[in-house]
């Protein structure tokens, strides 16, 4: 939630158990459900508009409530009382919201929190990274370029119980889109009372979503949600609390877990390999792709192609995945998650790109080392080095060893390649990102929505979340297709967009490393969890029956 950049950090899974009982029906604390969990770092923002990675976007899926909201694969109303009315040749949607829902203050959710919101995230004086998903709705860019003010967004609350949306140009993943948290309501009251430090803490929120948080202070290592009885699906949330606790080492997380102390936890490398006959260990699918992106800004080397392309095919994937991961990823052949989109005769994206563009990521040492030399021979140097910045967890450090030595066998009595490793947390990496200052960065990314789009429009020349601030026309020309001149011809879009992904593959944009399959050990206890498409947990509905 998806930089935004939504940058991926460690997704984890939770858990509900069921109450004896619906939702607003008292408990004894003995009956009540808990689940304890881990994940890899801390909450960057709890504000929907400023939020850019999975944590931060976790605990707002928990805590918030959008139009629509993920039932594993399937889009379900949420805030809204019922699907949308499209017209106008797809350029109107209207929603009508269910009337009594209520903010944990008491106060009535209406559209104008929705109204609010949207333009607030869009007004270039929030400074939300993720505006640019507003594009597409009418007046968006116009707003973001300060051509036009934030009230002029074509969306509108018409009286209090119906929101409606004007777009300029269709757009396919529209109701896939909304479910981000960029989208969610806020109320302005809040905004208004807390200014710059609305979000920071749990004091300056009010929530609508399935949980509220409480005592969160901006930098606790651990939180806690418990059940929001005023949400108003509140019967079918079964786990009363959920408590988050930061772990960065897969050996901490394991005597947690086997002390009870956590319910499930997430494991890499031989922690993984060591537990895979355990018949609480399994392995989640995920859509979140890691990458490499070479900042051509700070390493004049990076700018050329042949030593971008070496430094791709120096990496052994499966290998890495093997020694390294052992948590049941997938090599990374595209920036854009395989198994994701598919076109009208069902043909994976990834696999559309064909065997060429693909081939760009396929281990080849020997064409790796002839790269490298000659593209060190066009720049006439014979050496360089350059920083690896990733998370400071065991797992993040084990992959910037792997990734240093791999990219240190280039080198060659003609050409030497020297590279450092910086492990720093996951909330500084982020911001690095964002700032743009770093020389090489590993990274990641979970879709908004199930579209190629939106793993490509990343590296839009012109996207604040473009990190290392790649610039290809070509490849802007082909995403203005799919996001524009072909936006209503499935067909062409779908064209437009496999063109951007194999100018992307051919000139090494980002260097992708491996598709994101988590290793968990979880109670036999829990049940129901559902993923949505962005690999994220929807508590409603789960349970976790024997906690306590």
């Not at 960057?44 to 928990?62: E, H, K, R, V, Y």
């Not at 009382?81 to 009535?108: I, P």
């Not at 594009?135 to 009286?159: E, F, Q, R, Y």
């Not at 009010?206 to 949400?231: D, E, M, Q, R, S």
């Amino acid at each position: 939630m998806l930089k935004k950049k939504v940058v991926l950090a460690a997704v984890t899974l939770g858990s509900v158990a069921v109450l004896a009982g619906c939702g607003g029906s008292k408990q004894s604390a003995s009956k009540q459900q808990s689940f304890k969990i881990m994940e890899s770092d801390v909450i960057q923002t709890m504000d929907p508009a400023l939020a850019t990675d999975i944590i931060s976007g976790q605990t707002m899926l928990n805590t918030y409530a959008g139009l629509y909201r993920y039932d594993g694969k399937k889009l379900k109303p949420d805030m809204a009382a019922k699907m949308a009315k499209v017209t106008n040749n797809n350029l109107t949607y209207t929603f009508t919201l269910r009337k009594g829902a209520k903010w944990s203050d008491g106060k009535t959710v209406t559209a104008q929190d929705f109204a609010y919101a949207w333009k607030r995230a869009v007004d270039p004086a929030t400074k939300s990274q993720y505006a640019y998903i507003y594009s597409g709705i009418k007046n968006a860019d116009a707003i973001m370029a300060g051509k036009k003010p934030a009230s002029s967004l074509g969306v509108k609350a018409i009286g209090k119980y119906t929101f409606q949306v004007n777009l300029e140009k269709p757009i396919p993943y529209f109701e896939s889109m909304i479910t981000l948290q960029t989208f969610d309501p806020v109320e302005k009251s809040q905004v208004d009372k807390y200014g710059d430090k609305y979000g920071t803490k749990s004091s300056t929120l009010t929530f609508n979503g399935p949980y509220i948080l409480k005592n969160w202070t901006g930098a606790n290592n651990t939180w806690t949600v418990t059940k929001n009885p005023k949400y108003w699906n509140a019967k079918n949330v079964h786990i009363s609390k959920i408590t988050t606790q930061v772990v960065k080492e897969a050996t901490t997380a394991l005597n947690l877990f086997q002390d009870g102390k956590l319910d499930d936890i997430k494991l890499s490398g031989n922690a993984a390999t060591q537990n895979s006959n355990s018949s609480e260990f399994h392995n989640v699918k995920q859509t979140g792709v890691f990458y490499l992106e070479p900042n051509a800004n700070k390493v004049p080397e990076f700018k050329n192609i042949k030593i971008r392309q070496a430094l791709s095919l120096a990496i052994n994937r499966k290998q890495f995945i093997k020694k390294v991961l052992g948590n049941g990823s997938q090599p990374a052949q595209s920036v854009v998650a395989a198994n994701m989109m598919f076109n009208s005769k069902g043909t994976d994206y990834v696999t559309a790109l064909g065997s060429k563009a693909r081939s760009y990521n396929d281990y080849d040492l020997t064409k790796a080392r002839k790269l490298f030399k000659e593209g060190m021979a066009e720049l006439g140097e014979k050496s360089f080095s350059f920083e690896l910045t990733g998370d400071d967890t065991d797992g993040a450090k084990a992959t910037q060893e792997y990734l240093q030595n791999a990219f240190e066998k280039l080198s060659s009595s003609d050409a030497k390649l020297t590279v450092k490793a910086r492990s720093v947390p996951f909330k500084q990496r982020v911001a690095l990102g964002a700032a743009h200052n770093f020389q090489m960065l590993i990274t990641a990314w979970a879709p908004d929505f199930p579209d190629a789009i939106s793993f490509l429009d990343l590296f839009r020349g012109d996207n604040k979340t473009n990190d290392a601030q790649w610039q290809n026309a070509d490849f802007d020309a082909a995403l203005k297709q799919a996001g524009t001149t072909y936006v209503a011809d499935p067909a062409k879009r779908w064209t437009a967009l496999v063109d951007a992904g194999r100018i992307f593959a051919k000139n090494v944009g980002a260097i992708p490393l491996y598709q994101v399959g988590d290793s968990h050990m979880t109670k036999k206890t829990v049940k129901n969890l559902q993923y949505t498409p962005a690999g994220m947990v929807d508590y409603i509905g789960a349970s976790n029956k024997t906690s306590k």
